[in-house]
């Protein structure tokens, strides 16, 4: 026997003890893998190898977002350069950028982002949670 529940937007299917689920893509990023688009998925490959060329160890990927450089803040530019001893990117170009954030692999629940500049692909900056 079977009995459908509806809950918000999910259908569960409940059969014998055996729970079926279907969120029907409406809940990508609680029941399923988010869709990124070529762009962003270009922009987390470079953010996740630039993280681990530095000996960070990125997780999931929390966030894409697209922003105009005048929307960072100064802490951001050049952070990972100045912490890691890097040579710093040089900036003039830069109109928009990809921030990705990443799950720090070790450490559950803290973040590092990574900001790439859309035209080159160099990264230009980011952070860490503290």
């Not at 529940?5 to 014998?16: E, H, R």
């Not at 982002?113 to 949670?129: A, F, N």
Request: aromatic residues 10%.
């Amino acid at each position: 026997m079977r009995r459908w529940i509806l809950l918000g937007t999910a259908i569960f299917v409940l059969v014998g003890t055996a729970i079926a689920l279907d969120a029907g893509g409406v809940l990508p990023g609680i029941f399923g893998t988010p869709k990124w688009s070529p762009e962003e998925e270009q922009a987390i490959e470079i953010g996740g190898e630039f993280l681990e060329d530095i000996g960070n160890q990125p997780g999931r990927v929390l966030s894409v977002s697209l922003v105009h450089i005048d929307e960072v803040s100064d802490g951001y530019l050049f952070y990972w350069h100045s912490a890691k001893g890097l040579e710093m990117p040089d900036v003039k170009e830069t109109e928009q950028c990809w921030i990705v954030r990443f799950e720090q692999g070790l450490h559950k629940g803290h973040w590092w982002e990574v900001l790439i500049d859309v035209k080159t692909g160099e990264v230009v900056g980011g952070m860490s949670c503290r």
